[in-house]
Nanobody, 127 residues
Framework: VQLQASGGGLVQPGGYLRLSCVAS?????????IGWFRQAPGKDREKVSC??????????SYADSAKGRFTISRDNAKNTVYLQMNSLKSEDTAVYYC??????????????????WGRGTLVTVSS
């Protein structure tokens, strides 16, 4: 079972990045959603966005800090979830992690309900 996050890097303020999270080793029926979280140095982990996996249920959520700038999407055929991040700010600098949860949608904002986590990819927004 593995979640592999990638796509991080150094970008200038106002720039963009697209993060990818590839899931392997478990079937799509084994979990309900994939979430993106981030953790900046000295700060608590923050949920950024989440997307349901069910093909009949396209629920999405965003943190207030991500609304209007970030877009989460999925490609179930590739077992991949993307996080398109536009208009990046210095405060977006963090290690970004993807994780899966089996929890019902009403619990997806709770990080402790996620059972598998990727290793993280570093996003640095700096001029």
């Amino acid at each position: 079972v593995q979640l592999q996050a990638s796509g991080g890097g150094l970008v200038q303020p106002g720039g963009y990045l697209r993060l990818s999270c590839v899931a392997s080793g478990f079937a799509s029926l084994d979990y309900n959603a994939i979430g993106w979280f981030r953790q900046a140095p000295g700060k608590d982990r923050e949920k950024v966005s989440c997307i349901s996996i069910s093909s009949s249920d396209a629920r999405i959520s965003y943190a207030d800090s991500a609304k209007g700038r970030f877009t989460i999407s999925r490609d179930n055929a590739k077992n991949t979830v993307y996080l398109q991040m536009n208009s990046l700010k210095s405060e977006d600098t963090a290690v970004y992690y993807c994780a899966r949860t089996k929890a019902p949608w009403r619990y997806v904002r709770i990080s402790s309900r996620y059972d598998y986590w990727g290793r993280g990819t570093l996003v640095t927004v700096s001029s």
